[in-house]
């Protein structure tokens, strides 16, 4: 029942929000002069193994088509994603992405719907940056643009050239969407599965929050925008998109994963200094009641934490490009039953070149865990054919020597090989 009401409710959001914009639509088409703006991509995605048994990581091609219709101030969007995953069946659907209206004036805007919010200034860490969820049911392994989740929101702009203020308001939840199938090459608990004659089910429902107006999330975001300086403070109350996991045993046999998700407060900053060719990266964030998996059955309770990051880029000359993060967190009040570490620190490495006419590009991208010893690295080659076909390829390298972050997915490296067509 929990479920039937978040689905009513999603689906009553976005039938709202369609049947205005369609409304819109028609009207804006008495201008014979209007036209549907189209784009879009098909694309393949093939990834093996690089270590016994050599099998695949994944197998899928999508077809998003993005369609946008203008009219005076006002724009609607619909994207839509097609996808058949060979490896997992149950991935195999049509599925909205974005559909929203917008509407903007000379000082104001508003736009409703299925959309993507990002806040802050990092690249691939979530400091500030808690409202649009994420698909991690291949982990890392794809790009973050398909990562990162559109949630129903609406929002509300007010702007000059100078300063910006942002209010938002999510009335639906949505956490991130896990790897819950044991096929899955990076279902996170396969160590549990290996136990002889042990049954590991899931229930997602139980710890998901109601359809209703006090599970509302609702933040703001004022944002400066002044010469040799960008910053913004935001503040959100909000809810842990990713979940913390309890399990529960059902039996000695059988064990039942609950992720459970809890209310929780955020306070932050950013900031963006460009001296020349380098770009200088601020973002810290104060987390509020924010909840931990525990390793040992205790009472859930929050705590707070202090989320930083300091990152570089420099545009050097001859087309490279090279980048660097280093991010924390650190736990108040640190207890010894949670799981994670009292301070954990990451690090991102990015290294890229464009080659042959800037139709070669050679790039990686690297996580690594400080605390955990442990790694990701994507290196990609990505040869444009022409303006519409590109073909890409690369190798994921993950590794792990302590535990932490990456330890579930040590032995995931694999070669991966995408080709897509732009329209």
């Known amino acids: 029942m929990k479920m039937l009401g978040i689905t009513k409710g999603w689906n009553l959001f976005v039938s709202v929000v369609l049947t205005f914009a369609v409304s819109l639509v028609a009207w804006g088409q008495q201008d014979d002069k209007q036209r549907f703006e189209v784009k879009g991509f098909v694309d393949t995605y093939q990834a093996l193994r690089s270590s016994s048994p ?65 806040w802050g200034v990092a690249d691939g860490i979530r400091i500030t940056d808690h409202l649009s969820p994420m698909d991690l049911t291949e982990f890392l392994a794809q790009d973050y643009d398909d990562i ?32 819950t199938d044991s096929r899955n090459p990076w279902y996170p608990f396969a160590a549990l599965d290996a136990h002889p004659g042990l049954k590991v089910s899931w229930d997602t429902d139980a710890g998901r929050p109601d359809f209703n107006i006090r599970n509302i999330e609702y933040g703001g975001r004022l944002s400066f925008t002044l010469p040799g300086v960008d910053f913004s403070l935001s503040a959100l ?11 529960q045993w059902v039996s000695p046999q059988a064990l039942t994963i609950v992720p459970r998700h809890y209310r929780m407060g955020l306070i932050g900053a950013d900031i963006a200094l460009p001296v020349r060719q380098v770009v200088i990266r601020g973002e810290a964030a104060l987390s509020i009641d924010k909840h931990f998996t525990y390793s040992a059955p205790k009472p859930s309770e929050g705590f707070e934490t202090l989320n930083w990051l300091m990152g570089i880029d420099w545009y050097a000359p001859n087309d490279w490009m090279i980048s660097g993060q280093v991010s924390s967190e650190s736990i108040f009040g640190y207890k010894s039953h949670i799981s994670q570490d009292q301070t954990t620190a990451l690090l991102t490495l990015s290294i890229s070149k464009s080659l042959l ?31 519409q076909i590109h073909i890409m390829g690369g190798y994921d390298w993950l590794g792990s020597r302590k535990g932490g972050l990456f330890d579930a997915y040590k032995k995931n490296s694999e070669f991966w090989l995408r080709v897509r067509y732009s329209f």
């Open 357 to 387: 006419g800037n139709t070669l590009k050679l790039s990686d991208f690297a996580y690594i865990d400080m605390v955990g010893q442990g790694w990701f690295s994507r290196f990609t080659a990505d040869y444009a054919l022409s303006d």
């Open 54 to 118: 050599f099998d695949f990581m994944s197998s899928r091609s999508t077809v998003r088509t993005e369609v946008k219709k203008t009219f005076g101030s006002s724009q609607v969007n619909v994207s839509l994603n097609i996808v058949h995953n060979a490896l997992l069946k149950e991935e195999t659907s049509i599925r909205l992405r974005e559909a929203y209206f917008e509407h903007r004036e000379h000082h104001w805007g508003l736009k409703a719907g299925r959309q993507l919010i990002i």
């Open 148 to 179: 990162r989740m559109p949630m129903n929101a609406l929002r509300f702009l007010l702007f000059n050239e100078k300063v910006q203020f942002e209010a938002v308001l999510v009335p639906t939840f949505e956490g991130y969407k896990l790897p």
């Open 237 to 247: 109350h909000t809810w842990n998109k990713m979940p913390i996991f309890e399990q």
